[in-house]
Nanobody, 121 residues
Framework: QVQLVESGGGLVQAGGSLRLSCLASGSIYSINVMGWYRQAPGKQRELVASITSAMTAMYADSVKGRFTISRDKAKNTVFLQTNSLKPEDTAVYYC???????????????WGQGTQVTVSS
């Protein structure tokens, strides 16, 4: 049973920082892409940042220069360092893993439960 468990969300003032973590647990051989999405109230879920198994990262334009994604492949963990936070960054942040290879087969797309990030002005 694979699980993605996020942590590190919370309430922060504008200009502050948070570090989000996501651990993929279970019997996992490899994960192709890990990433972070977010969904604000009344809005669609959007990609924030992703990182491949080759450590190639990509970012949404709205977070470039402020957020940094990193990954520990050996520990199946992905991090999102969020700096210079703005009220418009307020959302539930979801961890995502694509292309999980396990002893029981292949999982194309997997989601965590989400962690709330609230930025006050």
């Amino acid at each position: 049973q694979v699980q993605l468990v996020e942590s590190g969300g919370g309430l922060v003032q504008a200009g502050g920082s948070l570090r989000l973590s996501c651990l993929a647990s279970g019997s996992i051989y490899s994960i192709n892409v890990m990433g972070w999405y977010r969904q604000a109230p009344g809005k669609q879920r959007e990609l924030v940042a992703s990182i491949t198994s080759a450590m190639t990262a990509m970012y949404a334009d709205s977070v470039k220069g402020r957020f940094t994604i990193s990954r520990d492949k050996a520990k199946n963990t992905v991090f999102l360092q969020t700096n210079s936070l703005k009220p418009e960054d307020t959302a539930v942040y979801y961890c995502n893993a694509k292309g999980i290879t396990t002893p029981r087969g292949y999982l194309p797309d997997y989601w965590g439960q989400g962690t709330q990030v609230t930025v006050s002005s």
